[in-house]
């Protein structure tokens, strides 16, 4: 298999699964990882941490040190130790450098054994919308669309482009201690102070639609529903909307009309939805390239034809990075954030009850000179902090 040469080293030399766990865990908070995945293969298992959106290995071990990091982790989070076969979950909390972080452990039986997928909870690292890279432009509609008192906002994208964050930034800015603030989560990714924060699941009994009535008989002022993934969820998140309470929501979709066209499919009355929707942001999360070992370049004929397809003129010089030891030779260090903003206005109310077309939309917001995903995309290569590759990747084949 691949292996990205820094940093994987043989896990066997290390004596005990307890030291074993406790490098492995070390090690994804030091990279700031989002997962560890110990992945069972035929003859030895290895560990791979997602960096950045993008898995790297850590390390091999042989099976049978494997098996007691196995029994390891099942011991952290109280899971039945000599259960094999069935899956099983659980929340493991650790502190790192005094820092506490929860592990949210999922144990499933594979072919070659069981395979751990732990994923690293913390408490949310940017809270402030200026670190979020957002255009000035773009922080005064968000703060303008989440100071009113109803209404649906809507923060949208495929997983892992951050959509969580950016809700967090948002229940801060709103924390003033003078709201009553829930949220609606599966599970709670980032955990608050001053937020009532609930966790949905099937062992506490609770989905969406049921959590969203439980809140609302709490007095919330504003209601944080984890995602619209129903038609169910979304008709009472609608109605929450309506009977004065702010709800933020995220959705799947791939850009701010695309949500728009999904609520309608979810079944959502397009009167309703025009009183109830204020304004969706969608985003994505590009690897910013390694300023150590950034460099320009002139780009290929098939980067030139794909460039003048996406922007209508030819690149000039594009940039990428060449790897280098102070980015582990991933030519990428740090995320961008990239987004959208669509605030619902007369014209657009009236194309929704018209029954316009996506093309439609999209011919009005070109008429606007409405900054879109591609666009600010686009702005980021131009620039130099991504290359055309990554945004390649993170607007086309990550869906
Ligand atoms: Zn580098």
Redesign the pocket.
Known sequence: MHMSAVGAFSLSEMSSPVEIVDQMVNQAVRLNASDILIEPQEKQAVVRLRVDGVLQTFGEMPLGSYDQVMSRIKVLGNMDVAESRKPQESKIRFSSDGHPYVLRAAIVSTNFGQMAALRVLDSPKFTEFTQLGMSEAVIDKIKRNISGRYGLFLVCGPTGAGKTTTVHTCLKHLNNGEVNIMTIEDPVEYIMDGLNQIEVGEDVGLDFVSGLRTVLRMNPDVVFVGEIRDAATARIAIQAALTGHLVISTLHSRNSVGALFRLLDLGVDRYILNYALRAIVSQRLMRKI?S??KEIYQPTESERMFYRREKGDLPGQLTA?R??D??AHN?F?GMAGIYEMLEMDEVLRKMVLSEADEAGFKAELDSREFEDLNSAGLRLVDDGTTSLHEYIRTLYDAG
């Open positions: 390694c150590h070992c990075g790897g280098c102070l980015c030519k260090q």
